[in-house]
């Protein structure tokens, strides 16, 4: 599915059952509500957005269980389902994706990145390597959580 199709097709999807998404992002500039927000409905199906440049930012302003992920890092799936889960009631939606990452992706340099979607009946992650030689950058991450939605939708 092309990338314009996909966010079409999740937006108004949102829209069609009456839920809103709410996305929390760290260290990605907040591509992926940037990308659902220029679609027909994204301004219908989107509704609050926490973007942040450091996880560490996100996981003290939402009071996020440090002790819980202590062992796997601020930078890890556990940290990113911890968003997802607590971003929901944090954000007032119905659906909240968490995008965590170090800092901007860039080809210069590999980085893992964890995607985290809370449906409110299960949280569903990812972890993807991006920039540097891995050949994926910001879009092909962007297309990854918006399959990640549109499979559970």
């Known amino acids: 599915m092309a990338e314009e199709t996909i966010a079409e097709n999740v937006t108004q999807t949102l829209v069609e059952r009456e839920l809103t998404l709410g996305t929390v992002e760290c260290g990605v500039g907040g591509i992926v509500s940037r990308r659902l927000f ?11 957005s926490l973007i942040l440049d ?3 930012e996100a996981i003290g302003l939402m009071a996020l269980p440090r002790p819980q992920f202590r062992k796997a890092g601020d930078l890890s799936a556990k940290a ?10 944090f954000l007032g939606v119905n659906l909240c994706l968490a995008v965590w990452a170090r800092g901007p992706i860039t080809e210069e ?10 449906t409110g009946r299960q949280v569903i992650d990812a972890a993807y390597a991006v920039g540097g030689d891995t050949g994926h950058d910001a879009d092909w991450l962007v297309d990854r959580a918006l399959e990640m939605l549109w499979d559970a939708l």
């Open 109 to 118: 340099e590999e980085q893992a990145v964890y995607v985290a979607l809370n």
């Open 38 to 48: 220029g679609t027909d409905y994204g301004v219908n199906a989107l509704g609050n």
């Open 80 to 89: 990113a389902r911890a968003a997802a889960r607590e971003g929901r009631g």
């Open 54 to 56: 450091d996880v560490g």
